[in-house]
Antibody
Framework: QISLKESGPTLVKPTQTLTLTCTFS??????????VGWIRQPPGEALEWLAVIYWDDKKVYSPSLKSRLTVTKDTSKNQVVLRMTNMDPVDTATYYCAHDYGESTGYYGLDVWGQGTTVAVSS | QSVLTQSPSASGTPGQRVSISCSGS????????IYWYQQLPGTAPKLLIYRNDKRPSGVPDRFSGSKSGTSASLAISGLRSEDEADYYCAAWDDSLSAYVFGTGTKVTVL
């Protein structure tokens, strides 16, 4: 059974760097096709995809946030870390990580999500 | 702003059929698989439909997805009170080289 859980600060100051950790179980990021994605949702707004990292260390970032995002994995700890630099109040949102899986015929969607972690950006 | 456009709201009475549309372009909906997510109030999104019309295990067959050209639809038949939620379409966009979500549709059960 796959599960994921996000952790990190609930409050960051403008210009600071946000570091979020996704700790997962039930799959391994060393297995072909496996991936972990990051998505955020500002209060009352729609979902926004941020990034994904795959088993082979392939990383894809949202073009609009690419310069501010870094995603890494630690397979020994079953963790994925998202870093977002230069935080601004508009980055206030609930941040989710989710399991992704794909093969040569395509992807199966973000099929299991963490509960989300709320991050506020304020001085 | 999102490149996938959804109507902001939809509603129906219990037992009715409700349809939600998702409009995109040739670089996303027209070219790649569509996914649908359900977000119940105060909870994380849940995958409802993958690869245009496939249901994950545990998703009732009241939910169905379809795609034609650059548009896609999610239909909910036999509407139930527990279906009241926000629904999002999503797809990979080849031009952006990114996964994109729709603007979201709030379904209300009257």
């Amino acid at each position: 059974q796959i599960s994921l859980k996000e952790s990190g600060p609930t409050l960051v100051k403008p210009t600071q760097t946000l570091t979020l950790t996704c700790t997962f179980s039930g799959f391994s990021l060393t297995s072909p096709g496996e991936g972990v994605g990051w998505i955020r949702q500002p209060p009352g707004e729609a979902l926004e995809w941020l990034a994904v990292i795959y088993w082979d260390d392939k990383k894809v970032y949202s073009p609009s946030l690419k310069s501010r995002l870094t995603v890494t994995k630690d397979t020994s700890k079953n963790q994925v870390v998202l870093r977002m630099t230069n935080m601004d109040p508009v980055d206030t949102a609930t941040y989710y990580c989710a399991h992704d899986y794909g093969e040569s015929t395509g992807y199966y969607g973000l099929d299991v999500w963490g509960q989300g972690t709320t991050v506020a950006v304020s001085s | 702003q999102s490149v996938l456009t959804q109507s902001p709201s939809a509603s129906g009475t219990p037992g009715q059929r409700v349809s939600i549309s998702c409009s995109g372009s040739s670089s996303n909906v027209g070219l790649n698989y569509i996914y649908w997510y359900q977000q119940l109030p105060g909870t994380a999104p849940k995958l409802l439909i993958y690869r245009n019309d496939k249901r994950p295990s545990g998703v009732p067959d009241r939910f169905s997805g379809s795609k034609s050209g650059t548009s896609a639809s999610l239909a909910i038949s036999g509407l139930r009170s527990e279906d009241e939620a926000d629904y999002y379409c999503a797809a990979w966009d080849d031009s952006l080289s990114a996964y994109v979500f729709g603007t979201g549709t709030k379904v209300t059960v009257l």
